[in-house]
């Protein structure tokens, strides 16, 4: 009976200690907007396009090595072509494209990080652009240097533009628009260097 009663005694111990035990609160890496980068391309026929976005601000969150959750948001209104065309800048920054204006803001939130292989992982999230949000899935590099001071991801993300609403000679929406199509997809290069 003694025994019973010292088993019981020890459970009880156990279950309020964890019942009172501090959640683990993962650690914030803030994304550093000078060395962090976001490319992107565009195709047509014969050709295509591609130029560079600022980051607006973002954080990565990290449990360890692994990397749990974060977000970052993206300056459209920073929209540059790398041939500096200010023509072609002006119209990706209107209305037929991301509408700035009204929409200067895109944003990115993880929902999901699984691993892969060592220094890879598959993440999936919420990507809002024109006040559309949308599920993406890709697979990323993820590093933690040797002190845990800085984080640093690497991935290309494709876009299906017609899903926000961007339907500018998409030959999927204007079947009739001949060699002036632009293709529906198009992809972010996004290199990311956050610290503690």
């Keep these: 009976m003694k025994l019973?009663?010292?088993?019981?005694?020890?459970?009880?111990?156990v279950a309020i200690s964890s019942a009172f035990a501090p959640a683990f609160k993962a650690t914030s890496y803030k994304v550093d907007l000078t060395k962090s980068t976001i490319g992107w391309a565009g195709k047509k026929i014969g050709g295509g396009h591609n130029g560079s976005i600022a980051l607006k601000s973002g954080i990565l969150l990290v449990d360890g090595k692994t990397l749990t959750g974060g977000n970052f948001v993206i300056d459209m209104t920073t929209i540059k072509d790398v041939e500096a065309s200010a023509k072609l800048e002006g119209h990706l920054k209107a209305e037929d494209f991301f509408g700035v204006d009204k929409f200067p803001t895109s944003t990115f939130v993880i929902k999901k990080v699984t691993a892969a292989t060592a220094g890879k992982v598959n993440i999936t999230g919420d990507l809002t652009i024109k006040g559309i949000t949308n599920p993406v899935s890709f697979p990323a590099d993820f590093q933690v240097s040797a002190d845990g001071s800085t984080v640093a991801a690497k991935a290309n993300i494709v876009v299906d533009r017609t899903k926000y609403?961007?339907?500018?000679?998409?030959?999927?929406?204007?079947?009739?628009?001949?060699?002036?199509?632009?293709?529906?997809?198009?992809?972010?290069?996004?290199?990311?260097?956050?610290?503690?």
């Design 4 to 13: 019973k009663i010292t088993s019981l005694a020890l459970i009880l111990i």
């Design 165 to 196: 609403g961007i339907k500018f000679r998409s030959k999927s929406i204007f079947p009739d628009v001949g060699d002036k199509l632009i293709e529906d997809n198009f992809e972010l290069a996004i290199e990311l260097l956050a610290k503690k």
